[in-house]
């Protein structure tokens, strides 16, 4: 009988990447003041866009300004795709693109459309 490597449930699965340590260095940065506002809150205004017109909204406070309530912008990346990705928000979406032929990879961004603070999140392969 061999090993079966399954992720458990919950979890990204193969392929994925967290960047939650990431954003506790930066947090814990701001924090000690070694970063400013402007430093950890400077989203691009197209990210800012998708936020507010197409994200998902989830009930974390950001951890910055803590009035606003983050949102998950995803960009898929790959063949036939634009070369700025594509913005995506919902399951179906994704379905259609991993059912292409090629390695797509899907990167999942939390932005706070009051502060303008933005962290990649995670990246994973469809």
Not at 25 to 37: D, K, N
Not at 51 to 63: L, N, Q, R, W
Request: with cysteine.
């Amino acid at each position: 009988m061999g090993f079966i490597p399954v992720a458990p449930p919950g979890t990204m699965g193969e392929g994925a990447i967290d960047y939650r340590l990431a954003r506790q260095a930066v947090l814990r940065q701001y924090r000690a003041g070694e970063l400013s506002e402007h430093e950890v809150c400077d989203a691009h205004p197209e990210l800012m866009r998708a936020a507010v017109e197409y994200s998902t909204a989830i009930t974390e406070a950001c951890p910055v300004c803590a009035d606003g309530t983050l949102a998950l912008v995803s960009y898929v990346f790959g063949p036939r795709l634009p070369p700025y990705g594509r913005c995506v928000n919902s399951a179906a979406e994704i379905d259609r693109i991993r059912r292409r032929k090629g390695v797509f990879t899907c990167y999942v961004v939390e932005v706070c459309a009051d502060c303008r603070w933005n962290h990649l999140r995670r990246a994973y392969t469809l």
